[in-house]
């Protein structure tokens, strides 16, 4: 500030000789001398021009008009405020040689120049005109030229129209641009046949031209799968916010964001640019999350409209896909039910016919201009060390100028890009951004993935199998993967901080937005070793940057955490939460249309007080949990939850949740049956007697020991009365209800109380405590007509007149059959360890086994029976039972009932037959649950051939199979085909169907071992001295890479003697360094061979060249097997036929030679193909070893 007060204005201000008004203009030309950069040139030269020379003739001033005064005071005020819009450069970058980049890197026929603002005035004083010849004529001459040399046909304005597109069309938004440099950039088109390069440097010499380059390809920074429509939400496939390792990925290996989810979903207030290709605007999953006005195309002059691409949907739906909106995937700041999440703008720079041409430096400008805070940027340029100067100005101008209602500055999010090198890809590379690079679901380095020291940070961005799941155009949803989709994830977690700051009404600046995001990530070091330093600060993670805010930057009173609403029945929901790290107490509301009101500070509330503006008191106190009860079924309620602080005020944030309470909305259907899969469901059924026409199916075992406390200790209400008599289908998915407890003082009970024509089947019955009047069963008390199939029941069952362990009674032309009842049974009369009337009934392989005592009329199967009682197959257990008779049925002893003679006339696909379990009694074939069974895997050899798997359920299911990599084998069906060394889970699954459960997941390790590097090393002799020739090395595959050191020599040795050879391969599939011994001795032609495997002198056979040429004379195979005495080959074909046969022709040692001329026995020439050696050896001892070969031949 010294130097705003020096000269002349201190000295007269001390002699008190300036008037006010004196004083006024002194300070406005001190303003602008204390100005800098474009703004003091602008004023200083152009604004103002000779009237500066003026500004102290204070004759001059005070002839002024106050009008005039006015006017001058509000230019100083627009010209300080303009100063606040002054042009940052927030990063240097490197210049472009442009000698090293390729033709490839650049559109041809278009450049982008700058020009000086002399220029600038002439090209937009006079209109461009086209010459006959083509070129644009500008009236600058020398400019002219150029334009007439290069065939220029067009300049066009790179920043045009932004100022009036600007949210706050003001002339200040237009000053700023002008500050910038903006209108001073023009796009032009070139002949296509001239050079690019030379119209570059050309420009770049004239004198009205800052800056000239070429323009860039950008491209997208992902790639794209085919789409699907999932009938469900596909949250679970979204392991990039929650691993379970699902995908076979590493538990944890995400961005936590089930955990960041309880502190913030998204503020509306947040505006996201999506920088890209189209989104689509009206995608289900997106339109209520999209900014008013949508966006723009820059990427076609030819249309405003956007074209909807599936990268920029992807990229938007990671962003903010809506969230609990019952359809596909959920988006990481997209809200909740109660409130929609962060605003999209979706800026379309790719995909339209003047794609990239300008708009990736135009897009950025406008984002800012329409108060986006974040710039997202899944592309870049399709070359390294290249950029436009346009594109990273307005980089800078979002930084400064971006930010909106909720941040001071805007952050510019880019993609690292996906050549899988370290290398500066811009503007990823460009200090000034957040660039992102990609991992996997294992927390590595994806293989695609860019890395440097210009990485600031990773995030998921899919893999091969485990791709990145969401939105795609179209209003579908599809997998990609590219660090075009781990960069969304660090935009929406940005996102999810401003929208916790913002609510809770803290103002970030940029940068200390980008330092809780940098410092707060998960260390990926020890899963990449070999990038440490290169990907950032390390994996992001969105719990940790939220608690960083909470912790750094918010105010101490903020709203409770993971607050959750359930509905565990028909009247009420269960609430919980926790309180925020200073403990404060909270307050609870609930409200049935999502509106609730504003607490009033110093107001203390108590439970069932209502808010003015919506919402009614739940809870207010010091603890973590609350069930609010008396509520109506079926019905939606809504909640939110503040913090309270001692003196009584509440926090500015809130934290929403939601439940609906249970009901049927209407009874199943044969096609469509309601699912029952928790004990409330069960409550609600029992409920409600209109729905007793429907079909359910039970989903799970359920233990229902709840039931003791129902109905005031009457336990579980029956389902079905005489009068309202259950006429539905009860499917019991091979699952069991375990614990039932009834007490009622009634007749007609069991679960089912009364049945009339219905349905059940495939339900067990365990430990059941059931007391009733007359006509009670564990099962069912009364059977009319109905019909039940492959169930049973366990427990105890009391009652008092035609009581039974299964069914109480039934008639009217009912029928049950494979089931059993293990239920001790008292009553008064007519008591049956199965049922207890029989009268008009079929009944087919049942049996009883358990205790049956009665007043009067107790029988061992059946209590009571009438003359159209049909049993076949029907028995109870006399010993066990301890009643020796039966109105109906046959008895046996325990002996009897536990051998499989008995029951050889069962269906064995429904029953499993007496044995070691279940008492040694029969059971249904359901209640050994579907399991798999897969039978253990040998380790095998890389370029061993295909074989089968043996994997089956027990269920007879059909069972799936997958790998947790795809680079080790193959699958097709369950042959297995080798494709490379190494380790590979093969996960089994079975999903069940309407009987059976999904089967536990089985899974095994399967290894390829290396293959044994093939090596024949032999010499031959000059037969005119009888020394050593040449030592030949040949191996198998042909051409592997490998070394040799004979005695640590690289030369192989001429000389008679032992010698060690050590070879070392690098190829991953073959064992890398073994060693053997090479024998030389002059007296024979083929001296010796030596293999080298996994062990020294490993026994093996081996060709010699493997594929081998049909145009070849014969086909060699070396044997080795130590101790051999005889050995021979047999020959086959790929399908098992016999081709040839050969002996040993001369056994030497442990080394066998072969040859095959490649015809078969009839000494016809065999065709190209597959085919198997086997080759026999016996020792002196007689042990015979067998070694086995795959060979190729080719024409």
Same mark, same amino acid.
């Given at each position: 500030m010294n130097h705003f007060f020096e000269g002349s204005f201190l000295v007269h201000w001390h002699r008190q000789t300036l008037s006010f008004h004196d004083f006024f203009l002194f300070f406005f030309y001190q303003l602008l001398l204390f100005s800098n950069g474009a703004i003091l040139e602008v004023c200083r030269t152009q604004i103002f021009g000779g009237f500066m020379k003026y500004l102290h003739m204070r004759a001059w001033f005070h002839a002024l008009s106050r009008r005039s005064f006015v006017f001058i005071a509000l230019l100083a005020f627009s010209i300080f405020v303009q100063l606040q819009g002054a042009p940052r450069r927030t990063a240097e970058v490197p210049p472009v040689v442009l000698s090293e980049v390729s033709d490839s890197a650049y559109y041809p026929g278009r450049i982008r120049i700058k020009v000086r603002e002399e220029a600038q005035k002439l090209l937009q004083k006079e209109p461009l005109r086209t010459v006959d010849h083509g070129a644009v004529q500008t009236g600058i001459a020398d400019l002219d030229v150029l334009n007439e040399s290069f065939a220029v046909s067009r300049y066009k304005q790179t920043f045009s129209g932004l100022a009036e597109a600007a949210a706050l069309r003001s002339p200040a938004v237009r000053a700023r641009h002008e500050l910038w440099g903006f209108y001073r950039w023009y796009d032009l088109t070139l002949s296509d046949s001239a050079s690019v390069i030379s119209a570059v440097e050309s420009f770049a010499q004239h004198p009205d031209v800052l800056i000239a380059e070429p323009v860039y390809r950008i491209v997208r920074y992902g790639d794209e799968s085919r789409t699907w429509r999932p009938n469900d939400p596909e949250f679970t496939n979204q392991w990039h916010y929650h691993n379970t390792g699902q995908n076979f990925g590493t538990v944890g290996s995400d961005i936590s964001l089930k955990e960041a989810w309880t502190i913030e979903r998204g503020h509306a207030d947040v505006l996201v640019a999506i920088i890209d290709?189209?989104?689509?605007?009206?995608?289900?999953?997106?339109?209520?999350?999209?900014?008013? *006005?949508?966006?723009?195309?820059?990427?076609?002059?030819?249309?405003?409209?956007?074209?909807? *691409?599936?990268?920029?949907?992807?990229?938007?739906?990671?962003?903010?896909?809506?969230?609990?909106?019952?359809?596909?995937?959920?988006?990481?700041?997209?809200? %909740?039910?109660?409130?929609?999440?962060?605003?999209?703008?979706?800026? @379309?720079?790719?995909?339209?016919?003047?794609?990239?041409?300008?708009?990736?430096?135009?897009?950025?400008?406008?984002?800012?201009?329409?108060?986006?805070?974040?710039? @997202?940027?899944?592309?870049?340029? %399709?070359?390294?060390?290249?950029?436009?100067?346009?594109?990273?100005d307005a980089i800078d101008y979002f930084n400064e100028h971006g930010g909106g209602a909720v941040m001071n500055g805007g952050i510019s999010i880019f993609a690292a890009g996906n050549d899988g090198e370290k290398a500066e890809y811009y503007p990823a590379a460009y200090e000034a951004t957040l660039s992102v690079a990609a991992t996997n679901n294992k927390d590595e380095r994806a293989s695609y993935s860019n890395y440097g020291e210009t990485v600031d940070i990773s995030a998921p961005g899919g893999g091969f199998g485990h791709r990145v799941i969401s939105t795609v155009a179209g209003g579908g949803y599809g997998g990609m993967q590219g660090t075009s989709m781990a960069c969304p994830h660090v935009s929406g977690v940005a996102a999810l901080v401003l929208s916790a700051a913002h609510r809770n009404g803290v103002t970030l600046d940029s940068e200390e937005l980008r330092t809780i995001l940098l410092e707060t990530t998960d260390p990926i070091d020890d899963e990449n070793p070999d990038f440490i330093g290169m990907l950032g600060t390390g994996r992001l993670n969105a719990a940790a940057a939220l608690h960083r805010l909470q912790d750094e930057y918010l105010p101490d009173l903020i709203a409770p955490a993971f607050f959750t609403a359930s509905s565990p029945n028909v009247e009420r929901v269960e609430l919980a939460w926790e309180k925020n790290s200073a403990q404060h107490d909270v307050l609870i509301l609930r409200s049935e249309d999502a509106v609730f009101?504003?607490?009033?500070?110093?107001?203390?509330?108590?439970?069932?007080?209502?808010?003015?503006?919506?919402?009614?008191?739940?809870?207010?106190?010091?603890?973590?949990?609350?069930?609010?009860? *008396?509520?109506?079924?079926?019905?939606?309620?809504?909640?939110?939850?503040?913090?309270?602080?001692?003196?009584?005020?509440?926090? @500015?944030?809130?934290?929403?949740?939601?439940?609906?309470?249970?009901?049927?909305?209407?009874?199943g259907t044969a096609d469509d049956p309601r699912i029952i899969d928790?004990?409330?469901?069960?409550?609600?059924?029992?409920?409600?007697?209109?729905?007793?026409?429907?079909?359910?199916?039970?989903?799970?075992?359920?233990?229902?020991?709840?039931?003791?406390?129902?109905?005031?200790?009457?336990?579980?209400?029956?389902?079905?009365?005489?009068?309202?008599?259950?006429?539905?289908?009860?499917?019991?998915?091979?699952?069991?209800?375990?614990?039932?407890?009834i007490d009622a003082g009634q007749d007609y009970v069991g679960f089912f109380g009364f049945i009339k024509d219905g349905y059940v089947d495939s339900l067990g019955i365990v430990d059941a405590d059931i007391s009733g009047g007359s006509q009670t069963g564990a099962l069912v008390g009364s059977l009319r007509g109905g019909e039940i199939y492959s169930s049973f029941t366990t427990g105890n069952v009391s009652g008092a007149i035609l009581t039974g362990g299964f069914v109480g009674g039934a008639h009217d032309g009912s029928r049950i059959e494979n089931s059993y009842a293990k239920t001790s049974v008292t009553g008064s009369q007519y008591v049956g360890?199965?049922?207890?009337?029989?009268?008009?009934?079929?009944?087919?392989?049942?049996?009883?086994? !358990?205790?049956?005592?009665a007043d009067f009329g107790a029988g061992g199967f059946a209590g009571t029976a009438g003359n159209e009682a049909i049993a076949t197959a029907a028995y109870w257990d006399m010993e066990s039972s301890a009643v020796a008779t039966s109105n109906l049925g046959e008895g046996k002893t325990t002996a009897q009932m536990t051998d499989s003679e008995t029951f050889d006339e069962w269906d064995t696909t429904q029953w499993m037959l007496p044995g070691e379990t279940h008492e040694g009694y029969p059971f249904l074939l359901w209640e050994d649950k579907n399991t798999i069974l897969f039978t253990e895997i040998e380790e095998k050899v890389f370029g061993d051939l295909p074989f089968m798997l043996s994997v089956s359920a027990s269920s007879g299911l059909p069972v799936?199979?997958?790998?947790?990599?795809?680079?080790?084998?193959?699958?097709?069906?369950?042959?297995?085909t080798i494709l490379n060394a190494g380790e590979v889970d093969i996960i089994a699954t079975q999903e069940g169907d309407d009987l059976y459960d999904p089967a536990e997941e089985v899974r095994?390790?399967?290894?390829?071992?290396?293959?044994?590097?093939?090596?024949?090393?032999?010499?031959?002799? !000059?037969?005119?001295?009888?020394?050593?020739?040449?030592?030949?090395?040949?191996?198998?595959?042909?051409?592997?890479?490998?070394?040799?050191?004979?005695?640590?020599?690289?030369?192989?040795?001429?000389?008679?003697?032992?010698?060690?050879?050590?070879?070392?391969?690098?190829?991953?599939?073959?064992?890398?360094?073994?060693?053997?011994?090479?024998?030389?001795?002059?007296?024979?032609?083929?001296?010796?061979?030596?293999?080298? *495997?996994?062990?020294?002198?490993?026994?093996?056979?081996?060709?010699?060249?493997?594929?081998?040429?049909?145009?070849?004379?014969?086909?060699?195979?070396?044997?080795?097997?130590?101790?051999?005495?005889?050995?021979?080959?047999?020959?086959?074909?790929?399908?098992?036929?016999?081709?040839?046969?050969?002996?040993?022709?001369?056994?030497?040692?442990?080394?066998?030679?072969?040859?095959?001329?490649?015809?078969?026995?009839?000494?016809?020439?065999?065709?190209?193909?597959?085919?198997?050696?086997?080759?026999?050896?016996?020792?002196?001892?007689?042990?015979?070893?067998?070694?086995?070969?795959?060979?190729?031949?080719?024409?």
């Open positions: 290709d189209g989104v689509d605007h009206s995608h289900p999953d997106l339109q209520g999350n999209m900014w008013d *006005g949508i966006g723009k195309n820059f990427a076609d002059d030819h249309t405003d409209d956007i074209i909807p *691409g599936n990268h920029g949907t992807h990229v938007a739906g990671t962003v903010a896909a809506m969230n609990n909106n019952g359809i596909g995937v959920a988006g990481i700041a997209g809200g %909740d039910e109660t409130e929609r999440g962060v605003t999209l703008m979706g800026l @379309q720079i790719l995909g339209g016919e003047e794609e990239a041409f300008g708009g990736g430096g135009v897009a950025p400008v406008f984002a800012a201009d329409n108060g986006s805070a974040i710039s @997202q940027n899944s592309w870049g340029y %399709d070359a390294p060390d290249v950029y436009n100067q346009a594109d990273l009101g504003t607490p009033e500070d110093a107001y203390s509330y108590a439970p069932g007080d209502s808010l003015a503006g919506g919402g009614v008191v739940v809870y207010t106190g010091g603890g973590t949990e609350v069930v609010d009860e *008396g509520l109506q079924k079926g019905t939606t309620y809504y909640y939110r939850a503040f913090s309270v602080d001692s003196e009584g005020g509440y926090s @500015q944030a809130w934290q929403n949740a939601s439940a609906t309470t249970w009901h049927f909305t209407e009874a928790s004990e409330d469901k069960l409550k609600a059924l029992s409920s409600f007697s209109r729905y007793w026409d429907g079909h359910y199916r039970q989903k799970g075992d359920l233990d229902v020991a709840g039931t003791t406390k129902w109905n005031d200790g009457a336990g579980f209400m029956p389902i079905g009365s005489e009068e309202t008599p259950f006429t539905g289908a009860y499917h019991g998915g091979g699952h069991r209800l375990v614990n039932l407890t360890g199965f049922i207890g009337s029989a009268q008009k009934v079929e009944l087919e392989n049942v049996f009883s086994t !358990q205790s049956v005592d799936s199979l997958s790998l947790s990599r795809d680079d080790v084998i193959s699958l097709d069906g369950t042959e297995v095994q390790t399967f290894t390829v071992l290396p293959a044994p590097v093939k090596i024949e090393i032999r010499h031959t002799q !000059q037969t005119y001295d009888g020394t050593p020739r040449s030592v030949s090395v040949y191996t198998e595959p042909e051409d592997i890479s490998h070394s040799i050191r004979y005695d640590g020599e690289e030369n192989a040795p001429f000389e008679k003697g032992t010698y060690e050879v050590v070879v070392e391969v690098t190829e991953k599939n073959y064992i890398g360094v073994d060693t053997a011994e090479l024998r030389i001795e002059a007296e024979t032609e083929i001296i010796h061979v030596d293999t080298i *495997g996994d062990t020294p002198g490993r026994a093996g056979l081996f060709p010699v060249k493997n594929p081998a040429s049909l145009a070849d004379e014969q086909f060699k195979f070396a044997l080795t097997a130590p101790e051999a005495v005889t050995a021979s080959i047999r020959i086959f074909d790929a399908l098992g036929n016999l081709i040839d046969t050969q002996e040993d022709p001369s056994p030497q040692g442990s080394g066998h030679l072969f040859s095959w001329d490649m015809t078969n026995r009839r000494g016809q020439q065999v065709g190209p193909g597959t085919y198997v050696i086997i080759a026999t050896v016996e020792t002196e001892t007689g042990q015979v070893q067998q070694f086995r070969e795959v060979i190729g031949l080719r024409k």
